[in-house]
């Protein structure tokens, strides 16, 4: 019947969008938005590919669910971060390389396989793309509603129209609140499983020095921006 070929419908275009978002074109296209690029320079690549094949090779050898196919990238930042993107994308900003000695860099890059080890990377492109496909249609309905409320101004349809419209975006707001109360939550125990994963395959002294020196130069900044 009709119903079962909409459960049909449903069902592919769920497939169709779990392979996208699991695919390299979405990590292409975060790359991209985050201005991610390629080791590329000579001493770049002396430094940081050696550094990179160590942990990698440990941590593969750890569990084999580590995919074949993670390569390092740099984003041009002066922020000290390390982020991973889906599945193969793990990425250093020129902050993090120019305040790490190759020890904690490490330590950092380790955390990050355990970030891959989780698959903290294809789920956070699976919130992400859900998220905004959610505000998406938000958008479109709210405005959809709002020409509503103008054609029928100054009379009850309009009043109603605007009512619902003012509702609906109570409710969205109220959804997205709880929804951040979550995913903040988990990013918590997400981080801590990280660190103990660099841990687990013999990096935790690298990474507790780098997060040392994380805590001590946020805690000068902080101190600078009181006086």
Not at 36 to 47: A, F, L, Y
Not at 113 to 139: E, M, R, S, V, Y
Request: charged fraction near 25%.
């Amino acid at each position: 019947g009709l119903g079962d070929v909409y459960k049909r419908q449903v069902l592919f275009s769920y497939i169709i969008f779990i392979y996208f978002v699991s695919s390299n074109i979405a990590e292409k296209i975060l790359r991209y938005a985050n201005s991610v690029r390629r080791i590329s320079t000579r001493t770049e690549k002396e430094r940081l590919i050696p550094i990179f094949k160590e942990v990698y090779s440990r941590a593969f050898r750890n569990n084999r669910i580590i995919g074949r196919k993670i390569k390092p990238y740099i984003v041009d930042s002066v922020e000290i971060n390390a982020f991973i993107i889906g599945r193969n994308t793990l990425v250093i900003t020129r902050g993090a390389i120019e305040t790490f000695n190759d020890e904690e860099l490490k330590g950092i890059i380790a955390h990050e396989f355990g970030h891959l080890n989780n698959f903290d990377g294809q789920i956070a492109l699976l919130i992400k793309f859900c998220t905004t496909i959610f505000l998406w249609i938000f958008i479109a309905v709210s405005f959809i509603f709002k020409l509503l409320e103008k054609s029928f101004e100054n009379s009850f349809i309009g009043d109603l129209f605007g009512m619902v419209r003012q509702l609906l975006e109570g409710v969205v707001k109220f959804v997205l609140f709880i929804w951040t109360l979550i995913i903040t939550g988990g990013s918590r125990r997400k981080e801590y499983n990280a660190d103990m994963y660099a841990k687990s395959i013999g990096y935790g002294e690298q990474l507790k020095c780098a997060l040392y020196i994380i805590c001590l130069l946020y805690t000068s900044d902080a101190a600078d921006d009181r006086i």
